[in-house]
Every structure is written in C-alpha cells, then in structure tokens.
C-alpha cells in the first residue's frame, strides 16, 4: 500500500481510505462481525486512512 503525507500535517497514511460510513451511518443493518471483519481487512492490507 502506498502512503501519501495528508494536507500540511506531516502524517503519512494510505493512499486509498476506508469508508466507514455504512458501519457507523443508517444505511442498512451491518452485523458487528461484519464491521469488524471489513476493518481487520483493511488494516490487514495496510490502509490506515480511515
């Protein structure tokens, strides 16, 4: 995964980010596993943009 540095705050994070909306929002039932599974995924492949 490839890292960027985010706007003028020397943080280096993933160049493609995780949307979390549909875990979080009201759009539709996400079991817990299911969030959980989706989030471990993407820490797993090295997104740290969340």
């Known amino acids: 995964m490839k890292n960027r540095i ?10 493609i980010g995780f949307g979390a909306w549909a875990i979080g929002g009201t759009w539709g039932e996400v ?5 959980k ?4 995924a993407a820490l797993d492949a090295g997104m740290t943009f969340i």
């Open 31 to 35: 079991s817990l596993e299911d969030a």
């Open 6 to 15: 985010l706007g003028k705050t020397g943080k280096s994070v993933s160049e």
């Open 37 to 40: 599974g989706a989030l471990h």
